[in-house]
């Protein structure tokens, strides 16, 4: 990476040799990397949001994989540290509150990741890469992509989520969503109380399709997650409030109280668990990327990982230069490939039906993923290299970055 700040050049060359105009759709995580990405490499970039603000809803991820190295390229590790939340215990409960499982968080994230694992709030993640962003990156919010605002850039990147209206307008993919079957809902409380009792647990209670998670988070916060099977279409929730509260009327624990809470509306994240499945992610001066193209749900997790990962490559193939067509070309038979996999897997585990079905991108999901990726490994305590040895290859994650990245 040349890091090369160059004069603005061009305008309309339809060629990747020199600086362009882009336009990225979307201040989410794919949205904001991809502008730090091309901003440092000396092109002219506008961001423009539908939203008001920064969308800080929704809950807490695993970080690790390609977000962790993309994010340590560029400089923000010691900023994500200080978001990270140190969780003791991974516990697992049934539904009268009895403890099945306890799992040491740390020793999973020193065994599978070599430490490079972070918990955080995927909102608190978004505020972290948009105070990242150049003085010079111009960021609009309270205005949507329409056609016709392509006029004037070389470059439009659609990094407008899983509904992508870049998507629809510019490829004409109106059947893009694959929804699983599922939906997820979170929110956020105060509740000293309860977050003292929790202490620095991450508890999930799962029970044949539905889970349902709670942790403390800062401030005497509480966090809540919850994913459901549903025959409800996509778009047929007109009141997300009182679908939870009717998807877990007879689920006991924690539930009763935490739906006794549920915040107002505008206040609950709650979408469809879906995919975007696509023969092709560009057009002619318009690529997608993130969840408008690599949406691969929940129930695959890493999505943020995945998203910034997904960004890096695509500026990197900026950076490589080369006609326009030849670079989204090269991005695309880069990253898809992976992203299908990923898919397939989000659907595979839909498909089952069980409780394992719906776990969610929780801090489950990171010690379901570690162990999937080397099955002959069984000693908790055991080192990152022993954990590789014990089954003669790196994990997964390790596979995806050379797949995705090539780093040098």
Not at 2 to 23: E, H
Not at 37 to 43: A, K, S
Not at 48 to 77: H, N, Q, T
Not at 107 to 128: C, I, P, T, Y
């Amino acid at each position: 990476m040349t890091g090369v700040i160059r004069a603005l050049t061009c305008c309309n060359s339809n060629n990747m040799d020199s600086a362009v105009k882009a336009l990225v759709v979307g201040a989410g995580i794919a949205g904001l990397t991809a502008a730090w990405w091309l901003v440092r490499d000396g092109h002219d970039v506008d961001v423009i949001e539908r939203a008001k603000s920064l969308r800080e809803d929704g809950y807490m991820i695993d970080f690790f994989g390609s977000g962790w190295d993309v994010a340590e390229r560029m400089g923000l590790l010691a900023d994500l540290a200080e978001i990270h939340y140190p969780v003791d215990e991974l516990v697992t409960v049934a539904e009268d509150g009895r403890v099945r499982t306890r799992l040491p968080y740390a020793k999973v994230r020193s065994a599978f990741f070599d430490g490079r694992h972070f918990n955080f709030m995927r909102g608190d993640l978004l505020r972290v890469l948009f105070d990242a962003l150049p003085r010079r990156v111009h960021v609009r919010f309270g205005e949507g992509f329409e056609r016709g605002r392509e006029k004037g850039y070389d470059l439009v990147i659609g990094a407008d989520g899983v509904h992508s209206k870049v998507r629809t307008e510019m490829l004409g993919a109106t059947n893009a969503e694959r929804f699983l079957g599922f939906h997820a809902a979170a929110y956020v409380i105060d509740d000293e109380r309860l977050a003292r009792r929790l202490g620095s647990t991450f508890q999930t209670m799962t029970i044949p399709n539905r889970m349902a998670a709670v942790y403390p988070i800062r401030g005497g916060k509480i966090a809540t997650f919850f994913v459901w099977s549903s025959d409800l279409a996509p778009a047929a929730a007109p009141n997300p409030r009182e679908t939870l509260r009717h998807a877990y009327a007879d689920v006991k624990w924690l539930v009763p109280d935490l739906l006794e809470r549920i915040p107002h509306e505008r206040d609950v994240y709650f979408d469809a668990v879906s995919q975007v499945v696509l023969d092709k992610w560009s057009a002619p001066k318009v690529t997608l990327v993130g969840d408008a193209c690599q949406a691969v749900s929940l129930l695959a997790g890493q999505g943020a990982s995945m998203a910034m990962g997904g960004a890096w490559a695509l500026a990197e193939e900026v950076r490589r230069g080369g006609a326009l067509e030849h670079v989204l070309s090269r991005y695309e038979a880069r990253v898809k490939p992976l992203i299908e996999s990923k898919q397939r897997s989000g659907r595979n585990m839909a498909a089952r039906g069980s409780r394992r079905a719906v776990r969610g991108e929780s801090r489950c999901a990171t010690s379901r993923s570690a162990a999937r990726s080397c099955r002959a490994w069984r000693g908790s305590s055991a080192s990152a290299s022993r954990a590789r040895a014990s089954c003669g290859r790196d994990p997964p994650v390790r596979v995806e970055l050379l797949q995705l990245q090539r780093m040098c």
